[in-house]
């Protein structure tokens, strides 16, 4: 019968240092929740401020040209899948 009360107690004494030791943990998660989403808060006005700062005028000094013929995929039609062989099976 002490040997059970021996262990009551230490199992006790574990689960109490447990939750303290999950509560600690808890209490830095949030700080560090609280951290990431005040740098992303910064790092999102940077990009506004920067976003602002292009147009076509920096695009073309930046070396970008304007495209004269567009190419696009085009989804309709009786194929419903892409692909890079021909009908006869060839590249």
């Known amino acids: 019968m002490a040997a059970l009360g021996v262990f009551a107690l230490f199992a006790y004494i574990y689960f109490i240092g447990l939750s303290v030791l999950s509560v600690v943990d808890r209490k830095e998660t ?11 808060a910064g790092l ?10 292009i147009d076509l005028l920096a695009a073309t000094t930046a070396g970008f040209k304007e495209v004269t013929d ?13 692909s890079l062989r021909d009908a006869a099976g060839g590249r």
């Not at 949030?30 to 992303?40: D, N, S």
């Not at 999102?44 to 700062?53: F, G, T």
């Not at 567009?70 to 892409?82: A, D, H, K, S």
């Open 30 to 40: 949030e700080r560090m929740t609280g951290r990431v989403g005040a740098e992303v």
């Open 44 to 53: 999102e006005s940077e990009y506004a401020a920067l976003d602002q700062r």
């Open 70 to 82: 567009p190419r696009y995929v085009n989804r309709e039609g009786e194929r419903e899948t892409l």
